[in-house]
């Protein structure tokens, strides 16, 4: 997507993080915040993808693959060694397993409105 820029927050600068830590990528078009993603570091040198959001209206427009892709490079980079887990929808699992990551097992979204 043209002009499409990923922005760093809280991106730890002396690596490991401390735990329980977060950070994460933002994508900005026109100034405008348009996605994220984010991870937390967690003990025993294990890593939680966490958090991942497109605005409805630049979904499929490869935003989400270029957010994913700069956190993963990061993570390749910086945490050789490390564990990385995550829970997925079933729209990016995919990507994924693309980049090696294996199925554990599944969870489930419960709701109660009280």
């Known amino acids: 997507m043209k002009g499409l820029k990923i922005v760093t927050y809280r991106i730890p600068i002396n690596v490991p993080a401390n735990k329980n830590s977060n950070c994460g990528w933002v994508a900005m078009l026109n100034d405008k915040e348009i996605g994220w993603v984010t991870m937390s570091f967690l003990s025993n040198n294990e890593i939680l993808f966490e958090n991942a959001y497109v605005n409805p209206k630049y979904r499929r427009k490869g935003v989400y693959t270029k957010l994913w892709e700069t956190r993963w490079?990061?993570?390749?980079?910086?945490?050789?060694?490390?564990?990385?887990?995550?829970?997925?929808r079933d729209t990016t699992v995919d990507i994924y397993r693309k980049n090696g990551f294996e199925f554990i097992n599944p969870i489930f979204l419960m709701e109660h409105k009280i």
Not at 73 to 88: L, N
């Open 73 to 88: 490079e990061y993570v390749k980079r910086y945490f050789k060694g490390y564990t990385v887990r995550t829970y997925c």
